[in-house]
T-cell receptor, first 110, second 113 residues
Framework: DVKVTQSSRYLVKRTGEKVFLECVQDMDHENMFWYRQDPGLGLRLIYF???????EKGDIPEGYSVSREKKERFSLILESASTNQTSMYLC?????????FGNGTRLTVT | DQQVKQNSPSLSVQEGRISILNCDYT??????FLWYKKYPAEGPTFLISISSIKDKNEDGRFTVFLNKSAKHLSLHIVPSQPGDSAVYFC????????????FGDGTTLTVKP
């Protein structure tokens, strides 16, 4: 079974802080993704990566960056956290289809 | 412009009856559709998918129907069980690269014993 692990279930950060969300998958998947989930907006794609050191913008990349130094690890970075980045963040991986999601990180920015 | 819409935020059905969850899309390039189920405090898990070359796909109690001309798909759960209570997300993609799926808002299904 595919396991996608997100390092934190809950995070509380202050406005302006730099925030790192970590994600690790154990199935040697090429593709990894970061989504955020907000009420009434569904899941929206922030960034994705098809290979180590490769990254592509999703639908809402503003205010975020990512890092993929190893195949199994995909990090989401909030350079300067803002209150509108309070959300549920979901990491996912896949070789092709379907997506395998982690359990999410609930981030609150105060 | 929301390309995938689930117009019913919630649905409540009695155990043993049929649950029908609906999804509409606007982008005619979408040719692969998936349903995910999400329990509280867990990530979404894949449930069932359908390619545009089919109009129906069945997996146990779950059946997905696709009406390409209407740009509409639906998920049927028969019979519904209390354990099916969850949020259901419809997703659509161009090709089977499901990672770049566009998701709907989700429908919260409650199955009452």
């Amino acid at each position: 079974d595919v396991k996608v692990t997100q390092s934190s279930r809950y995070l509380v950060k202050r406005t302006g802080e730099k925030v790192f969300l970590e994600c690790v998958q154990d199935m040697d998947h090429e593709n990894m993704f970061w989504y955020r989930q907000d009420p009434g907006l569904g899941l929206r794609l922030i960034y994705f990566s098809y290979d180590v050191k490769m990254k592509e913008k999703g639908d809402i990349p503003e205010g975020y960056s990512v890092s993929r130094e190893k195949k199994e690890r995909f990090s989401l970075i909030l350079e300067s956290a803002s209150t509108n980045q309070t959300s549920m963040y979901l990491c996912a991986s896949t070789q092709n289809s379907p997506l395998h999601f982690g359990n999410g990180t609930r981030l609150t920015v105060t | 412009d929301q390309q995938v819409k689930q117009n019913s935020p919630s649905l409540s059905v009695q155990e043993g009856r049929i649950s029908i969850l609906n999804c509409d899309y606007t982008n005619s390039m979408f040719d692969y559709f998936l349903w995910y189920k999400k329990y509280p405090a867990e990530g979404p898990t894949f449930l069932i998918s359908i390619s545009s070359i089919k109009d129906k796909n069945e997996d146990g109690r779950f059946t997905v129907f696709l009406n390409k001309s209407a740009k509409h798909l639906s998920l049927h759960i028969v019979p519904s069980q209390p354990g099916d209570s969850a949020v259901y997300f419809c997703a659509a993609s161009v090709g089977t690269n499901a990672g770049k799926s566009t998701f709907g808002d989700g429908t919260t299904l409650t199955v009452k014993p």
